[in-house]
């Protein structure tokens, strides 16, 4: 699989429900984007929270 591939995919249905005037589709998409961003985002701070922890670091 390709790098970023989720992340094309993501932007691809929006510009494809753009194109076909689909706007709840486009919202969809902006709204499954926003999710994975917060999900990947807390994900990210548990893991620096606890790799960090180990040398001092406050996060």
Known sequence: MRRGHHRRRGRALIWTSRNYGRID???????T?????????????LIASRVLHKYGAKV
């Open 25 to 31: 589709w486009v919202f969809v998409g902006i709204i």
């Open 33 to 45: 984007l926003g999710i994975l961003g917060l999900v990947y985002d807390r994900v990210l701070r």
